[in-house]
């Protein structure tokens, strides 16, 4: 086992508690070494040992790899043949904002509501949203819970579109006996700050379609070899493959998952034990199905009693103790960008009421596999006289 990189070795305040610092080993420093003295930085072989090892890894069998998770679902909508005219069922409550792909490629988002304990899209709520220009529904695996892949799976048969799996959030999570990225027809992982697996930026997409797998590579970026083609305009692809350097980290990273998941099992575990201080505390929801989550982030839901005001007040108090948190999701149906969608797409305030209940009130604490048992006793002190100092008492729910 390696051992991880000394977080005072990191150029930042040593004094601050992050909210997320990834979990480098020498091994990863090994590999990137490695891939610098080497011919081929781009779009070498260290890109294509990625994609295989992590599709094995998730029992898929194709990965092709990008410059972003947001990236993969744009290019994993484009080769389904979604744009303009079309329409993508997906959720507004996210870390990663994945769901702006849908804009990306000339489609309309039309948002469902959240189930209220998962934070995951609602079948149900999906179902009541599937109209006759519906092409996709996205489901979404929020902050590490997985979402309702069974019913999902149902539904999108039942009603003739494609199921896109977003696991920006979730590597390591298992539904069913299955690991996230198992589920969708296209999965699409991000490993930018803060999940586990952490590249610095890029993106993976999974997929046992070769057709589907043929389109993604196709669309992704030019060959060397294309470059002669007359055909090469007839679909204009991006430039957003990954580099040989950030493939070399993802496979360090990749070979040392489950060494870097079981460390931050150990720090939830910190978390679990001082969060019971907290007046109501519930535990952290296992909804039906699930084997394991791994989460992203700790995420608290603030008590009704908070609002989203109250909550930045909480995070100001916080930083004022040197500890960095942050409101979990910014609703990307309260965005500019979707106002003019408006309400027949669940684009007004007020349309989505659980997703706003929780989006309000939903806070990030740090969380990664550095943090001491002592650090995690001093934050949720912190954040318990925070919670007491905006006026609003110290109910708080997970």
């Given amino acids: 086992m390696d051992a991880p990189v000394n977080p005072q070795d990191v150029d930042h305040d040593e004094d601050w508690i992050l909210l997320t610092d990834p979990d480098v080993s020498g091994r990863e420093l090994e ?27 998730h029992g898929r069998a194709y990965g092709v790899a990008t410059a972003s998770g947001t990236i ?43 189930d209220y304990w998962s934070g995951c899209i609602s079948p149900s709520a999906a179902a009541d949203r599937i109209g006759p220009k519906t092409k996709a529904i996205i489901g979404n695996n929020c902050n590490g819970h997985p979402a309702a892949w069974k019913a999902l799976r149902q539904l999108a048969e039942s009603r003739g579109v494609a199921l896109l799996e977003d696991s920006t959030e979730a590597i390591g999570s298992r539904y069913l006996g299955k690991p996230v990225g198992s589920f969708g027809d296209l999965s699409v992982f991000d490993f930018s700050q803060p999940g586990a697996l952490c590249c610095g930026e890029g993106g993976m997409v999974l997929t046992d379609d070769p057709h589907l797998a043929t389109e993604l590579r196709y669309l992704r970026a030019h060959r060397l070899s294309d470059r002669t083609s007359v055909s090469i305009g007839s679909r204009v692809p991006l430039q957003g493959g990954m580099s040989d350097l950030t493939a070399a980290l993802g496979l360090a990273q990749l070979e040392r998952i489950d060494e870097i998941l079981a460390r931050r099992k150990q720090v939830e575990a910190f978390y679990r034990d001082e969060m019971q201080s907290f007046e109501g505390i519930k535990p952290p929801y296992l909804g039906p199905d699930v084997d ?48 003019a969608l408006g309400e027949a797409y669940n684009c007004k305030r007020g349309c989505l009421k659980n997703t706003e209940r929780i989006g309000d009130r939903s806070l990030a604490l740090p969380f990664y596999g550095q943090l001491g048992a002592d650090e995690v006793k001093f934050l949720v002190k912190t954040l318990k006289d925070a919670c007491t100092n905006v006026g609003a008492g110290a109910a708080i729910y997970l």
């Fill in 31 to 57: 590999r990137v070494i490695r891939a610098l003295r080497s011919s081929r930085l781009s779009a070498g072989p260290l890109v294509e040992d990625f994609e295989a090892e992590f599709a094995a890894h």
């Fill in 72 to 114: 993969g679902m744009w290019l994993a909508l484009r080769a389904l043949g979604i744009g303009p005219g079309d329409e993508v069922v997906a959720c507004s409550y996210g870390w990663h904002q994945t769901a702006h792909a849908i804009l990306l490629a000339g489609a309309t988002p039309n948002f469902a509501e959240i």
């Fill in 292 to 339: 394991e989550v791994h989460w992203m982030l700790y995420v608290v839901h603030l008590g009704a009693r908070f609002s989203a005001s109250s909550r930045a007040q909480i995070v100001d108090d916080l930083e004022a103790d040197l500890i960095e948190a942050a409101p979990f999701s910014a609703l990307m149906h309260q965005q500019f960008a979707y106002q």
